[in-house]
């Protein structure tokens, strides 16, 4: 999805997807009456049929993939927004080295 309404990238059927919302995302808020242990798992799935290259792709993943993974390795309630920003922003040190092309959302001070 978009991550926001201009965005050149994505679609926007299920709405738009900026980093926070990743971020925000409770999976055992999705079911109602669905106990956190019968979830096994997370996925974040990325639909590539309006991206043509590599830089596509990669601006559509990062940074909202590490923040899909944090949800996955974060127990309920135990997330922190600004401690994330703050350790995503020096993660795209490692990315810019790499040459992977990265969303630079205004929610992180990069």
């Known amino acids: 999805m978009k991550y926001t309404e201009g965005f050149p990238l994505g679609l926007q059927w299920a709405g738009f997807v900026e980093l926070r919302d990743a971020y925000d995302w409770e999976p055992e808020d999705l079911v109602d009456g669905l106990p956190a242990t019968a979830i096994e798992g997370v996925e974040a799935a990325v639909w590539t049929e309006t991206l043509t290259t590599t830089d596509d792709l990669f601006t559509m993943l990062l940074p909202r993939l590490s923040a899909v993974a944090e949800v996955?390795?974060?127990?309920?309630?135990?997330?922190?927004?600004?401690?994330?920003?703050?350790?995503?922003?020096?993660?795209?040190?490692?990315?810019?080295?790499?040459?992977?092309?990265?969303?630079?959302?205004?929610?992180?001070?990069?």
């Open 72 to 110: 996955a390795w974060s127990a309920p309630g135990r997330k922190d927004w600004d401690d994330y920003r703050r350790r995503v922003a020096q993660e795209a040190a490692a990315w810019r080295r790499d040459g992977l092309a990265f969303h630079l959302t205004p929610q992180v001070a990069w």
